[in-house]
């Protein structure tokens, strides 16, 4: 027999957004459930990039993504979600005054409300087109950086020109024994202030910017990366001696099951009203990086946000009648404070 369980609200997905939807709906005295098809929590925060300084946290000038999904596990602690970890949920549909989601280990989770907090979905690198890239993946080209220390006297080539390559120039920086960023453009994409900072260690001599190159093909030996060979516009080419490329071309996103649960899908994400983030299905939310609406920025913070608009939607479904008189947190306190 599948196990079934039922709850006040069921979440899916397990990145930092969703882990603080857990709290906001705790502290309205909301039971929740959360699913996620990652074996761990914290989504990209913690599989792809755990050690990844993040600077656009309220409080906090930095913290590495690990740290905050330690913060948001212990901020949702006190109010006991029962986490299904490992499992994608593959139907969601309405069972009485219930909704029913059922994962692919047969897992059934009734709740009177759904909050989609799963980020971009399933979600895989873009690999660059190079011959070869296969002998040298995790061997010499990466896609994800998991340990900053893995990189420690290396020579290091990153291409790519958003957050997170740069991100990844300045964190590397102080490690690696060379950062060599490769960018197709003189231009970069990143926030002001990152491209700046990047800007500035160029000038000083502590990293080499080689542009307008683009990544061209690869030499070494199987698992043994030797050189990154680049092409610019007029043909011209050029080799950089690197031990390491990592490739940030962005990723590759599926919603999978989720495409065809009926809900209003705009250019890959999920419309909402903005001043309840409820989907076209009543009863159905999503927040971060999934939803959309006009002005939506896909920053944590705004998920973050997002997440305490849900929970109080979701409110008026899980205590019909009740009426809520909103406290602050500094008032009300948390279980066990």
């Not at 593959?90 to 799963?118: F, H, N, P, Q, S």
Request: with cysteine; glycine share 10%.
């Amino acid at each position: 027999m599948p196990d079934i369980h039922t709850t006040d609200v069921a979440i899916i997905g397990a990145g930092p957004v969703g882990l603080f939807a857990v709290f906001e709906c705790g502290m309205l005295k909301m039971r929740c459930h959360v699913v996620d098809a990652l074996e761990m929590a914290g989504g990209q925060c913690a599989a792809l990039y755990p050690e990844k300084p993040i600077y656009d946290i309220p409080g906090y000038p930095k913290i590495e993504a690990s740290a905050l999904i330690e913060n948001l596990q212990a901020q949702a602690a006190p109010f006991a979600p029962t986490y299904h970890l490992g499992q994608r949920v593959e139907k969601l549909a309405r069972a009485d005054d219930l909704w029913e989601l059922e994962t692919a280990t047969g897992t059934k989770i009734r709740a009177k409300a759904v909050i989609l907090a799963a980020g971009v979905g399933a979600f895989g690198p873009n690999k660059p087109p190079l011959a070869r890239i296969d002998e040298f993946e995790n061997m010499g080209v990466h896609y994800f950086v998991q340990r900053r220390e893995d990189f420690r006297g290396r020579r290091v080539a990153i291409a790519g020109g958003g957050d997170s390559a740069l991100d990844w120039t300045l964190s590397l920086a102080d490690v690696a024994a060379r950062v060599m960023v490769i960018h197709r453009r003189d231009k970069f994409r990143g926030a002001p202030d990152t491209v700046d900072k990047v800007m500035a260690l160029a000038k000083a001599g502590r990293i080499d910017l080689v542009t307008p190159y683009q990544l061209e093909a690869l030499e070494g030996e199987p698992g043994a990366l030797r050189h990154v060979v680049l092409k610019d516009l007029d043909g011209n080419i050029r080799k950089l001696e690197a031990d390491a490329l990592l490739a940030f071309f962005g990723l590759a996103m599926n919603l999978g099951p989720i495409a065809k649960w009926g809900l209003n899908l705009v250019k890959g994400n999920i419309a909402v009203e903005p001043s309840t983030c409820e989907t076209s299905s009543p009863g159905i939310f999503a927040i971060g990086d999934i939803a959309q609406y006009p002005g939506k920025l896909k920053l944590i913070l705004q998920g973050f946000s997002e997440a305490a608009v849900a929970a109080h939607a979701c409110h008026k479904l899980v205590h019909p009648g009740e009426v809520l008189h909103f406290e602050y947190s500094t008032t009300k306190g948390v279980p066990g404070s």
